[in-house]
């Protein structure tokens, strides 16, 4: 079975760093596109930044130039680093991946880990 399992979130100030991760486990045969979501109450899900096999990367306009997302294909693992975080960037946050797995095929998400970021 594929599972998606993030890690990194928690509570910081204004002007602080996180980093997320986000290891897939399973029996699989590749990861294509790799991203990085979050959703506040109320609010639908947003898409804060994508990466494909290859390195490309996208972000959404409010995370540029604070955020970084990369991955390492070796370790089946994507990362979200956040620097010069603010109060607005409070969400969980859900890592997700198109698998190619034994008995796997499509996208799947997270559990989404909290990050809380205090003015």
């Known amino acids: 079975q594929v599972q998606l399992v993030e890690s990194g979130g928690g509570l910081v100030q204004a002007g602080g760093s996180l980093r997320l991760s986000c290891a897939v486990s399973g029996r699989i045969v590749s990861l294509n596109t790799m991203g990085w979501y979050r959703r506040t109450p109320g609010k639908q899900r947003e898409l804060v930044a994508v990466?494909?096999?290859?390195?490309?990367?996208n972000y959404v306009d409010s995370v540029k130039g604070r955020f970084t997302i990369s991955r390492d294909n070796a370790k089946n693992t994507v990362y979200l680093e956040m620097n010069s975080l603010k109060p607005e960037d409070t969400a969980v946050y859900y890592c997700?991946?198109?698998?190619?797995?034994?008995?796997?095929?499509?996208?799947?998400w997270g559990q989404g880990t909290q990050v809380t970021v205090s003015s």
């Open positions: 990466i494909t096999r290859g390195g490309s990367t």
């Open positions: 997700n991946a198109d698998v190619i797995a034994l008995g796997t095929l499509g996208t799947l």
